[in-house]
């Protein structure tokens, strides 16, 4: 997901194997052992490239069975585990708890590619049903006492038992990860905690389906005269949306790859009004897809939840495995960048007025102009429209660039497979990846909007990267996308900031393909380290060689005019005091959402009180409003986390610095250093691994100087 533009819930998994506390089942009544063969979804993945995911043979229909039987084998190894008789070591016990659990873990991919790509009724039952039991089931496993005094047991010899510096951070990962969930808590707290999981669970699907349900909607315009300011593309779009809809007329459907452009260009106030209105009321009509209660209940569980696994907050108990640590930590950075993207906001609205007022318009900038004034002040200062630079970004083009930044850095190579692998859509395109001869793994590309697909950018692993076992499993990466897709027969022109997207996704799988791993459990960064692959691939977009080569016009190839190119270099920090603004307020919210001792809110008041405390402009809303704040409330993920988007950025700028600094983007000794600290994922401690690469820890003044804020005062991260 991306910085500044932080469009959706970014999910980006490293690990596959019993370690991730899936989604859980309860024990009673369980299903007779079975084995995978049973049912395809449970099955080792066949097919070339150590095997590929069947897409093509997932049905709804198929999925209770597969979890059930998942959930049984995966409670067999367990068992088997817990009942050796040997004394507990690292080889009896770590590494067949990494190895547990393969056949629900598939099961499990399978069902949240299908739930987040092309969901339906059927799947968003399934999710409400398999939610809670999911939950029960993982938490049976961090809740067995035998188990735990194993693991206790290795992490209490861990330093006398022969064990590599790798094999010891697992078991300190281990370790702590099952404390953090509960496992010493006395069978009353964990049979409380049990609850609070299931219930968090059941109420995370049910935010996610009727967010999705909301964003299912769309604004249909019948008068060709308003369509007027709107480029021929985005009319194309817009048509063929509701053409796919069975309407005449052009659609605005409720997601943000629909209404920003919109915004951006319509001339008719009173309509763009209306689409905004519309996008930020998603979760909030008070209709049966109002989801305020449920992320009240959502923040009062997670309290609860906090103070009974001994943290003070939930921000506490989140953050505690994270480069921050604290929320106090958190803040403190998010509140250096604050009064200077204020400042800047109050310049572009006085800048955006002299222009309205220029054009004899008699208005008060308000949220549904920012974005179209905002264009007009950067044409008039900049001589740049957006509109200009579209034919130069044909989204083929743009994935052709990231592929070949890719092989610079990396030495990587892409060549497109699709049609011979399945895939859970016709759009969607698979390459294969390899460093020299050597294959590195798949990468499958979904880059369109479409209906039962949930809105924004993110990163997925399919299979992660392991030798554990002794053979070396391959990683399968993808990035999905929802750029509108163009009228029939006509390519796909993207805007700068799509292509901004397009790359920092690109950065996620880059980290997942780029992995040198052995054991799964190593493969999860903290949160606040996990958007630094993605926001640091950001900045190859804009280096010259990138555009040198790939921005072509789409009719005729011509590369993009130096006097252009200028112009976009010279616009880089245009407009970031809303970009920081929109997201850091999203950032600040969620944090003081989840440092409440006792999580009691009202989601209407909350938000206006916590706004208005922090000084939130007027003409900007939050980029995510609780209501329809994903992230937030879709997982625990990004809960007490919005904020690590920024951390991550300190260390994004600090490192493009030294690229720059070195008069090569492509520095070949900067690069390989840039590869170590992605491929040992969880290795070693990440703050230290940064410090290996920079040789010092990351400084907040190249943040504040791309945003072209100012640096006075700013301190070390």
């Known amino acids: 997901m991306r910085k500044g533009l932080l469009t959706g819930a970014s999910v980006f998994a490293l690990g596959t194997a019993a370690y991730v ?64 008789p040997a004394a507990p070591s690292f080889a009896n016990t770590i590494v067949p708890l990494q190895d547990a659990g393969r056949e629900l873990q598939r099961v499990n991919t399978l069902f949240g590619v299908i739930t987040s790509n092309v969901n339906t009724p059927a799947y968003q039952a399934l999710d409400r049903e398999w939610s809670p039991r999911l939950a029960a089931a993982a938490d049976e496993i961090t809740f067995n006492e035998p188990l735990f005094a194993r693991i206790h047991a290795i992490y209490e010899q861990r330093q006398q038992a022969g064990l590599t510096a790798e094999q010891v951070r697992l078991v300190e990962r281990t370790h702590a990860n099952y404390l953090r969930a509960g496992a010493q808590l006395n069978a009353a707290q964990k049979a409380e905690l049990g609850r609070f ?7 995370f699907a049910d935010f996610s389906n009727r967010l999705l349900a909301d964003e299912n909607t769309w604004i249909l315009i019948d008068r060709e005269a308003d369509l007027a300011g709107l480029p021929e593309s985005l009319r ?6 509701a053409q796919e809809r069975g ?73 505690e495995d994270t480069m921050a640590g604290t929320p106090e930590r958190a803040n403190e950075l998010m509140l250096t960048v604050w009064p200077a993207a204020v400042a800047r906001v109050r310049e572009e609205v006085a800048d955006m007025q002299t222009i309205a007022a220029r054009q004899g318009a008699t208005l008060t900038i308000e949220p549904w102009d920012y974005l179209f004034y905002a264009e007009k002040v950067r044409k008039q200062r900049y001589d740049l429209d957006q509109n200009e630079l579209k034919p ?49 793994g798949l990468f499958y590309g979904d880059h369109f909007a479409r209906s039962g697909k949930r809105s924004g950018a993110w990163a997925s692993t399919y299979r992660s990267h392991e ?46 393909l780029v992995s040198e791993v052995g054991y799964p459990g190593l493969g999860v960064t903290p949160r606040d ?33 130096q006097a252009l190119l200028d ?113 040992s994922g969880n290795t070693t401690d990440r703050a230290t691994a940064y410090r290996q690469f920079r040789g010092r820890d990351p400084r907040v003044e190249a943040l504040l100087q791309n945003r072209g804020f100012p640096t006075g005062g700013a301190k070390t991260n």
């Open 567 to 679: 112009k976009v270099e010279a616009s880089a920090k245009f407009n970031q005091g809303y970009i920081t603004v929109e997201y850091l307020a999203a950032a600040l919210v969620d944090m003081d959402l989840h440092t409440r001792p006792d999580g009691v809110i009202d989601p209407a008041s909350f938000e206006r009180e916590a706004l208005a405390k922090i000084g939130m402009p007027r003409e900007i809303a939050l980029r995510h409003r609780l209501p329809q704040f994903s992230h937030l409330f879709s997982s625990d993920a990004y809960s007490a986390g919005y904020y690590s988007y920024l951390w991550s950025e300190v260390m994004d700028a600090d490192a493009w610095q030294a690229f720059v600094e070195s008069g090569d983007v492509f520095n070949p000794t900067l690069a390989r250093a840039l590869r170590a600290v992605l491929a």
């Open 392 to 440: 130069y970004f044909e989204l083929n083009n743009m994935i052709q660039a990231a592929f070949w930044t890719a092989g610079q850095l990396y030495g990587l190579s892409f060549r497109e497979i699709t049609g011979t692998v399945p895939t859970f859509h016709p759009d969607v395109r698979v390459w294969e990846v390899k460093q020299g001869e050597r294959h590195v």
């Open 197 to 203: 999981n299931q219930r968090l669970a059941g109420l």
């Open 529 to 561: 380290f996990v958007e630094f692959p993605s926001q640091v691939n950001e900045h190859w977009l804009l280096a010259r060689p990138v555009l040198d080569r790939f921005a072509r016009h789409y009719q005729t190839g011509a590369p993009m005019p």
């Open 236 to 241: 194309a779009a817009l048509g063929a949306a």
């Open 21 to 84: 506390s899936a989604p859980p089942v309860a024990a009673q009544n369980p299903p007779a052992p079975a084995t995978a063969a049973a049912n395809p979804l449970l099955a080792v993945w066949a097919g070339p490239y150590g095997g590929v995911p069947p897409f093509d043979v997932a049905r709804p229909e198929l999925f209770p069975e597969a979890f059930a039987q998942g959930i049984e084998l995966r409670r067999a190894e367990i068992r088997r585990i817990v009942e050796n």
């Open 467 to 512: 030798t554990f076992t002794g053979t070396e499993r391959t990683p399968l990466s993808s990035n999905n996308l929802n750029f509108v897709k163009g009228a029939p027969g006509q390519p796909a022109l993207i805007s700068l900031d799509d292509a901004e997207t397009l790359f920092h996704e690109f950065g996620h799988a880059l980290h997942s």
């Open 247 to 319: 309407l005449t007329g052009w659609a605005v459907v409720n997601t943000r790859s629909s209404v920003d452009p919109f915004l951006t260009f319509a001339d008719n106030r009173a309509l763009r009004e209306r689409v905004w209105q519309a996008f930020k009321q998603r979760g909030d009509n008070g209709d049966a897809n109002d989801t305020k209660a449920l992320l009240a209940e959502i923040v009062k569980l997670r309290a609860e939840r906090a103070k009974l696994l001994g943290y003070a907050t939930h921000a506490n108990w989140r953050m």
